[in-house]
T-cell receptor
Framework: AQSVSQHNHHVILSEAASLELGCNYS??????LFWYVQYPGQHLQLLLK??????LVKGIKGFEAEFIKSKFSFNLRKPSVQWSDTAEYFC????????????FGGGTRVLVKP | EAGVAQSPRYKIIEKRQSVAFWCNPI?????LYWYQQILGQGPKLLIQ????????DSQLPKDRFSAERLKGVDSTLKIQPAKLEDSAVYLC?????????????????FGAGSRLTVL
């Protein structure tokens, strides 16, 4: 079965610092990759997605992610975070071999100090 | 476009009691999902419907959990009897396309969730 690993459970950083969140998945082949974000008190929202083409994907709010097939990774980055980026971030993977089921990682809580 | 509606937002019950959650997906979305999110973990798929048929319920604890989507629109998830470990947020999501494609366009839209506390 597909599994998704997010290496950091908690990240604390100051405003203007750069952010990188790791995500690795277990199964190769054709995959669709997603990052969802959950701001405090809000529901899960799509941040960005990859399904084909340029492995560097740009999402909302200045976020981007890079798909590296050889490393089974889809790391999320933002060059300069703001206090409003405080949230929980979830990586998710979907692939045909797993019945197109969307499998989530355990999430990373990010706290941005003003 | 209206989002995915869920109710109730919060529910507190004692163990061995029963509870039901309701979800109304985005209009026209064929696929509906129920996820369980335990505190500190990522969402875990419980059941997936396409229209009114079950596509995947492999992770649904069928001895106590049941779900239905009778008319292919809204859905209910029931737990009976509840256990302490069922304390979680139950998320409903919907997507416009079916499950046969791996298109990235098949993006899930989530509701706000129903938070269950079992005492």
């Amino acid at each position: 079965a597909q599994s998704v690993s997010q290496h950091n459970h908690h990240v604390i950083l100051s405003e203007a610092a750069s952010l990188e969140l790791g995500c690795n998945y277990s199964y190769g082949g054709t995959v669709n990759l997603f990052w969802y974000v959950q701001y405090p008190g809000q529901h899960l929202q799509l941040l960005l997605k990859y399904f084909s083409g340029d492995p560097l994907v740009k999402g909302i709010k200045g976020f981007e992610a890079e798909f590296i097939k050889s490393k089974f990774s889809f790391n999320l980055r933002k060059p300069s975070v703001q206090w409003s980026d405080t949230a929980e971030y979830f990586c998710a993977v979907k692939n045909k071999a797993a019945g197109n089921k969307l499998t989530f990682g355990g999430g990373t809580r990010v706290l941005v100090k003003p | 476009e209206a989002g995915v509606a869920q109710s109730p937002r919060y529910k507190i019950i004692e163990k061995r009691q029963s509870v039901a959650f309701w979800c109304n997906p985005i209009s026209g979305h064929a696929t509906l999902y129920w996820y369980q999110q335990i505190l500190g973990q990522g969402p875990k798929l419980l059941i997936q419907f396409q229209n009114n048929g079950v596509v995947d319920d492999s992770q649904l604890p069928k001895d106590r959990f049941s779900a239905e989507r009778l008319k292919g629109v809204d859905s209910t998830l029931k737990i009976q009897p509840a256990k302490l470990e069922d304390s979680a947020v139950y998320l409903c999501a919907s997507s416009p396309l079916g499950t046969r494609d791996v298109s990235g366009a098949n993006v899930l839209t989530f509701g706000a969730g129903s938070r269950l506390t079992v005492l």
